[in-house]
């Protein structure tokens, strides 16, 4: 049985047409995904990222938050070291400079493949659902420096591109767990923890698909509700007759550290 029932009643009698109009109405700011409570049930991972990062802060006397959005992770951990937060979506910078620049966090434009920051100048990097680059993650972090990284794989909530019927934004094998280590091996990176895992996300109304589709428009680039009308009322009717639209996520964790100077 869907969960969060009483809290999803509400939408049990509303129409497409209701749902369509207040998702895209609904402001999508930074990674702030509060308007889907209720509406979705993420289904839980065998890892919290959330608490390992805070385990890191006491060992660490620099970080940089890699694609930080509208700063809404780094800020949690606050207190914090000496911080950097990077971001490349022009929108989320005056965002997060308001939520993170009070905590001492110095906010800068710019994004993981060209990261702003000097080689060797922060002793942690966090990552969390973000463009990796082990390159430039390698360089910008100290001898002993740590990366903890939380990815989401290229085989992430493929059904959504199929029930729309349009091609993944990436090859199914672009981005794995494997490839991911492979990647920060070559570049010197020691690798201390890699997991990964495929949990199941439910959604409860239509509304919910389209406001998750237009938070992360990479997964369907070029969503557009109107012209995927015939497609959304054929979720809404499964979403109706079934109680949710199921989607398998795709996330994988890598901790991992640079070698000490030889």
Same mark, same amino acid.
């Given at each position: =049985?869907? @969960? ?6 509400? =939408? ?18 930074? /990674? *702030?995904?509060? /308007? ?10 065998? /890892? ?42 022009? $929108?989320?910078? &005056? ?10 966090? *110095? ?8 990261? $702003? ?11 969390? @659902? ?31 591109? !199929? ?5 993944? &934004? ?18 010197? =990176? ?24 237009? #938070?992360? &428009? /990479?997964?369907?680039?070029?969503? !557009?509700?109107?012209? #995927?009308?015939? @497609? ?17 996520? @795709? ?6 550290? +640079? +070698?000490?100077? #030889?």
């Amino acid at each position: =049985m869907p @969960h969060n029932l009483g809290e999803r009643a509400p =939408m049990i009698g509303r129409t497409y047409e209701e749902l369509i109009s207040d998702a895209l109405r609904a402001a999508v700011v930074g /990674w *702030d995904f509060s /308007w889907l409570t209720g509406r979705v049930d993420r289904g839980c991972l065998p /890892w919290d990222y959330l608490s390992l990062a805070r385990d890191e802060l006491p060992q660490v006397t620099s970080l940089l938050d890699v694609d930080t959005g509208g700063g809404e992770l780094l800020a949690s951990l606050a207190p914090l070291p000496a911080a950097i937060a990077t971001e490349p979506y022009p $929108p989320n910078l &005056p965002v997060a400079t308001a939520r993170l620049a009070p905590l001492g966090v *110095d906010v800068r434009a710019g994004s993981g493949s060209t990261l $702003p920051v000097g080689d060797g100048e922060v002793t942690l990097v966090l990552n969390r @659902h973000g463009l990796l680059d082990p390159a430039q993650t390698a360089r910008v972090l100290a001898p002993h420096g740590v990366l903890l990284t939380q990815q989401v794989g290229s085989r992430n909530d493929l059904e959504f591109n !199929d029930a729309l019927d349009v091609p993944p &934004p990436v090859p199914p094998d672009a981005r794995t767990l494997a490839s991911t280590v492979a990647g920060l091996e070559d570049v010197g =990176m020691v690798i201390d923890n890699a997991r990964e895992d495929y949990p199941v996300a439910r959604f409860f109304d239509v509304g919910a698909v389209v406001f998750q589709l237009r #938070s992360v &428009p /990479w997964q369907v680039p070029g969503f !557009d509700a109107e012209s #995927s009308g015939e @497609h959304l009322r054929s979720l809404d009717a499964h979403i109706r007759r079934t109680g949710s639209f199921d989607v398998t996520s @795709h996330r994988f964790l890598v901790r991992a550290h +640079k +070698k000490g100077l #030889s």
